[in-house]
């Protein structure tokens, strides 16, 4: 299975300031046959379902604000909220859909400083 | 848009069983693979079992291979895991959820909770 290691665990950034997550995997999620990474980023909130934000490690999904962007390729990915907001309190979750099993990262927590 | 509804959740026993369920709607339901996926009290999200559109092929988490079984009525527009020998560790809240293939989960239930305690 490949293993998603997220740091950090948790974070705390003041409003308005950038907050960084960073995924790592166990193994390459680069699909050579469409030329993307098959990896995601989820947001969930207390008592509330996982919500993608990112996928293909970099393509926003519809609706979600242009402060969040991710980057990297192959092992390495970032997640940024460039400038946080009270409402973006939650977990973060890194997700490869690159091979069966579906894995996820441990998770990281994003608070309000 | 998409709907998923999971009901069957309940306090269990160790050694019980219940059988979960998850309604789907507002999507063609037979054309995509089906998943479970679980979250213990404060934890991450692990992957538990899936199924192919069509029902002929099957697969768990090595957790819970023999205890649970993933099934599907594409009739009724219906998901359910049928969990055996229930342990403590299988407490958590059970999200179905939907992919598209070589693509994220891009819709879950709002999930229902098990709990295994005597």
């Known amino acids: 299975d490949i293993v998603m290691t997220q740091s950090p665990d948790s974070l705390a950034v003041s409003l308005g300031e950038r907050a960084t997550i960073n995924c790592k995997s166990s193994q390459s999620v680069f699909h050579s046959s469409n030329d993307k990474n098959n990896l995601a980023w989820l947001q969930q909130k207390p008592g509330q379902p996982p919500k993608v934000l990112i996928y293909w490690a970099s393509t926003r999904e519809s609706g979600v604000p242009d402060r969040f962007s991710g980057s990297g390729s192959g092992t390495d990915f970032t997640l940024t909220i460039s400038s946080l907001q009270a409402e973006d309190a939650a977990v973060y979750y890194c997700?490869?859909?690159?091979?069966?099993?579906?894995?996820f990262g441990q998770g990281t927590k994003v608070e309000i400083k | 848009e998409v709907h998923l509804v999971e009901s069957g959740g309940g306090l269990v026993p160790p050694g019980g069983s219940l059988r979960l369920s998850c309604v789907a709607s507002e999507f063609t339901f037979r054309s995509y693979t089906m998943y479970w996926v679980r979250q213990a009290p404060g934890k991450g999200l692990v992957w538990v079992s899936r199924i192919t559109g069509d029902g002929s092929t099957t697969t768990y988490a090595d957790s819970v291979k023999g205890r649970f079984s993933i099934s599907r009525d594409n009739a009724k527009n219906t998901l359910y895991l049928q969990m055996n020998s229930l342990r403590a560790e299988d407490t958590a809240v059970y999200y179905c959820a939907r992919a598209p293939l070589g693509s994220p989960f891009d819709s879950w239930g709002q999930g229902t909770l098990v709990t295994v305690s005597s």
């Open positions: 997700h490869q859909y690159y091979t069966a099993p579906r894995t």
